[in-house]
């Protein structure tokens, strides 16, 4: 995770990150952490960043994944329609 936000700060280009484990080890406690510091960092130093959060477990499969990270970064999404290509 380090290199992840050292490279988003230092190039100020973001990648994905996938964590998982067991229930209970702290994930969501952590992220929901991560990511409150890197828009206070990203503040700080002027930078334009926006992060989302999603729960895969809660949205279940990748079109509703897709759907809560799309509507989390401020466009307006139907509630169905849309097509996903693999």
Known sequence: MATHLRDLFATGQARNLFIYGEPGTGKTVMVKYVL???AKRASEARLSVQTAYVN???TRNPYY???EIVKQL???VPCAG???SG
């Open 56 to 58: 895969a477990g809660i």
């Open 82 to 84: 849309w097509q996903m």
């Open 65 to 67: 994944t897709m759907q």
């Open 74 to 76: 401020g466009v307006s």
């Open 36 to 38: 409150g510091e890197v």
